[in-house]
């Protein structure tokens, strides 16, 4: 009867370490989706202040760039919603990719705003 007793703990510790496992895995997953969302969004944003105060901006330039950003969250996003071994190593190579491509938006949306300093 004593062995009875005891069962029920231990199933229910199993099941409350399983449980914190899985909160711990999609709480990673539910950061890297608003990282993504918050740095694109940024830029994004960058893009459509600059283009409203400066009327001399290339706006065919500033759409592409905007393009290259909506392309970037939607792979980073397709690459966070695969699943893969070892999540955080993953996550975080998508968080560095994240950073490395949004850097890289930066300076073309840094060299659009040179021109248009250049043009007045």
């Known amino acids: 009867m004593a062995e009875r007793a005891e069962r029920p703990v231990l199933i229910f510790k199993k099941i409350n370490y399983l449980c914190t496992e899985l909160i711990q895995i999609d709480m990673n997953l ?3 989706k608003k990282d993504i969302e918050y740095v694109i969004g940024a830029f994004i944003d960058d893009c459509s202040l600059f283009s409203s105060v400066n009327s001399k901006a290339d706006d ?3 759409g592409g760039l905007l393009d ?3 392309n970037l969250y939607n792979d980073l996003k397709d690459k966070v919603n695969m699943k893969g071994e070892g999540k955080k190593a993953y996550y975080a190579s998508v ?4 950073l490395e491509k949004t850097d890289e938006l ?3 949306l840094s060299g ?3 021109q248009a ?3 007045e």
């Not at 968080?95 to 994240?98: A, C, N, Q």
């Open 60 to 62: 065919e330039a500033l």
């Open 30 to 32: 539910r950061d890297i």
């Open 68 to 70: 290259d950003a909506v």
């Open 106 to 108: 930066y300076a073309k």
């Open 95 to 98: 968080r560095k990719e994240l």
């Open 112 to 114: 659009i705003v040179k």
């Open 117 to 119: 300093g250049k043009a």
